[in-house]
């Protein structure tokens, strides 16, 4: 009977190492005085074993749900294939993942950069070193993903960037129709920080990686990666850049994503 019993309590403890895979959560941000939802993604998680992480940011409009859905459906069987953890917060529609001189709780650099992380390095079993974490997005979010995680260098090691839209200045109406005014105010006093090319500079001595990719029909924001990868070699910033076929549409970044995280398990695995 004892025996049995041992058998059936070790069947039950792999089954809910097993069951970890998609962690629906809501993690309070002390600067933002409000609970943000995010979804973690682990593999089957092993005894006394850290994996690397990489957080991940949807475009406008998007939410974590959808990620796994349709932006990313296979990203459970990556985080097992890959061994890695993945965290997924919700972006609140369309707070273009800064801090925002106007909306006091929308200050998702400091959330997702600070906050989020040490919620991670203390929660689930992730690496805490620049080396074994990154930071992704598409659209809005490749613009968040590269201004958090280069800001925050000492903490991502690996930044990635798919269609982002990396020039505010060159969005035209789009700056207005995406709402970035609504965070960021008039594009005409818009504080510099905000800008993705006042980063490069940064970017030469940040000790990173960085993947930048857009399809050659977004006709929104193919220019501006082309002129954002120009200045970067220009300043001789090592960084791998990528155009193929697709718009600003999901088939284009489900698929581009998944070349990112590929790449980014290598980084890891160096």
Same mark, same amino acid.
């Given at each position: 009977m004892k025996k049995l019993i041992k058998i059936l309590f070790v069947l039950t403890a792999c089954i809910q190492l097993s069951a970890q895979k998609i962690i629906?959560?809501?993690?309070?941000? $002390? *600067?933002?005085n409000k609970k943000i939802k995010t979804i973690i993604i682990t593999p089957n998680v092993q005894k006394n074993t850290?994996? $690397?992480?990489?957080?991940?940011?949807?475009?406008?409009?998007?939410?974590?749900d959808r990620i796994i859905k349709q932006d990313i459906p296979d990203l459970v069987k990556k985080a097992q294939e890959y061994k890695t953890?993945?965290?997924? $917060?919700?972006?609140?529609?369309?707070?273009?993942?800064?801090?925002?001189?106007?909306? *006091?709780?929308?200050?998702?650099?400091t959330f997702i950069g600070k906050e989020l992380v040490e919620f991670i390095d203390k929660n689930y079993p992730v690496k805490a070193d620049k080396k074994y974490r990154g930071i992704l997005g598409w659209s809005m979010g490749g613009y968040g993903a590269t201004n958090i995680g280069v800001t925050y260098n000492k903490t991502f090691g690996m930044v990635g960037s798919s269609c982002g839209a990396l020039d505010l200045t060159s969005f035209g109406e789009g700056y207005q129709k995406y709402m970035v005014n609504k965070v960021l105010g008039p594009l005409e006093s818009i504080s510099p920080d905000f800008l993705t090319?006042? *980063?490069?500079?940064?970017?030469?001595?940040?000790?990173?990686?960085y993947?930048?990719?857009?399809g050659t029909e977004d006709t929104q924001m193919i220019q501006m990666n082309r002129n954002f990868h120009k200045k970067l070699t220009e300043? *001789?910033?090592?960084?791998?850049?990528?155009?193929?076929?697709?718009?600003?549409?999901?088939?284009?970044?489900?698929?581009?994503?998944?070349?990112q995280l590929s790449l980014f398990d290598r980084f890891f695995k160096q």
């Open positions: 629906h959560q809501e993690i309070f941000s $002390p *600067k933002m850290l994996y $690397p992480s990489v957080y991940i940011l949807h475009g406008f409009s998007g939410n974590p953890i993945y965290i997924l $917060p919700d972006g609140n529609y369309s707070s273009w993942y800064v801090d925002s001189p106007f909306v *006091k709780d929308s200050q998702y650099q090319d006042n *980063k490069i500079k940064l970017m030469a001595a940040a000790g990173q990686q993947i930048f990719d857009c300043a *001789k910033v090592q960084h791998v850049y990528a155009e193929s076929l697709g718009g600003h549409v999901p088939e284009y970044w489900s698929r581009s994503l998944s070349e």
